[in-house]
């Protein structure tokens, strides 16, 4: 299939998802909402907000993640984590999304405030995301998703170990996982065989980052211990002064990316957005993925 002419056997049956992050300003909040209101035609299967590091956006994430989900015919996600919190305080935000009519939260350990330190429980709080998971699924039936790492999470002891953990949490009641971002498809074939044989069969749904910014994605993917591939540096080169030029080879690396998953048989991507809409609704464009209901002007009339 990766032979055939570049996007002639796309059919248009990829479900899409988009992760947003909360806004800081009415001017960020101005993009967000540009983008959402964007992307929303394309009629994903749902909408996600992230929650800060060391639970710092919690007020904005719940803010954000309340008005999608009643104001617009998205079904909204909200990321939580097990940071600086006690688990009756994380289940009170929950409890807040479930009161708001929020079904579907992404289930996360996060990271310590402090960049490079090493994660450890606060007390009284959930030791990690699959006790979390665990935790909701007591609350409500919420509809869970949870990370996954095609490279190893960082803290992991082997790749078994990593492979196991992300057992424990569907095991725990997550109802699919999520990719870190990676660069090449091979990465996530290989994983997806991995998972596969050590008896995991949930969906595990690529997460795909459009890199706009050359030097920010590198420092993202060295904490994260993603590989960037050597060609994507070549590719990238002498483009800071070349916006336009940038945008071009960010929305072709990132299109290659996804074909290449679609063409391996991956049912349903996620978009890291940054508030942006233009690469993931041109990706989706080229993938098939088209307005769902287009306005009818005449019923207006
Ligand atoms: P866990 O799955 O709990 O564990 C991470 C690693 O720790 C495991 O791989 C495992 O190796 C080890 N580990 C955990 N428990 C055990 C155990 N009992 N024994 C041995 N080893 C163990 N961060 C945010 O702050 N906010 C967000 O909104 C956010 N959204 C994200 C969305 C996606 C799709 C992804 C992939 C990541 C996101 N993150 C976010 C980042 C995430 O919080 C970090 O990667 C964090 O370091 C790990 O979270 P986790 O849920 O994968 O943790």
């Known amino acids: ?42 009629g994903p299967e749902f909408v996600s907000v992230t929650y800060g590091a060391g639970g710092t956006t919690r007020e904005r994430t ?4 309340a008005r999608i989900q009643r104001e617009t015919s998205l079904s909204a996600a909200a990321h939580l984590t097990c940071v600086e919190a006690t688990r009756e305080e ?6 807040g999304y479930w009161a708001a009519g929020v079904r579907h939260i992404v289930a996360l350990r996060g990271d310590p405030p402090e960049q490079g330190a090493r994660f450890s429980s606060p007390a009284g709080g959930y030791e990690n995301a699959a006790a979390l998971v665990a935790g909701l699924r007591r609350l409500h039936p919420f509809e869970i998703s949870v990370a996954a790492y095609p490279e190893s999470h960082p803290d992991s002891a082997s790749t078994a170990a990593d492979l196991d953990n992300l ?11 999520i990719t870190q971002f990676f660069f090449e498809a091979e990465t996530f074939f290989r994983f997806r065989d991995a998972a596969a044989a050590a008896g995991i069969d949930a969906e595990i749904v690529p997460g795909i980052m459009p890199v706009c910014n050359f030097a920010s994605v590198q ?44 063409a391996g048989g991956v049912k349903a991507l996620h978009f890291y957005t940054l508030n942006r ?8 464009h080229l993938l098939g993925v088209r307005a769902k209901a287009p306005v009818a002007v005449e019923a207006a009339a």
Request: hydrophobic letters at 50%; glycine letters at 6%; aromatic letters at 8%.
């Open 90 to 95: 994380i289940d009170q935000v929950a409890e």
């Open 219 to 262: 420092r993202m993917s060295a904490m994260c211990g993603t590989a960037v591939p050597a060609w994507m540096g070549r590719l990238f080169e002498g483009l800071d002064a070349h916006p336009a030029a940038r945008q071009l080879v960010a929305a072709t690396v990132a299109a290659e990316l996804s074909r290449r998953l679609y």
């Open 167 to 177: 057992k424990r949490k569907l095991d725990a009641g997550a109802n699919r996982a």
């Open 62 to 65: 719940h803010g954000t993640v």
């Open 1 to 42: 299939a990766l032979d055939a002419p570049l996007y002639a056997d796309v059919r248009g049956d990829l479900a899409v998802s988009f992760e947003f992050f909360p806004p800081k300003n009415e001017k960020m909040e101005e993009q967000l909402w540009d983008a959402v209101r964007t992307l929303e035609p394309l």
């Open 277 to 284: 809409a233009e690469l993931a609704f041109a990706i989706c």
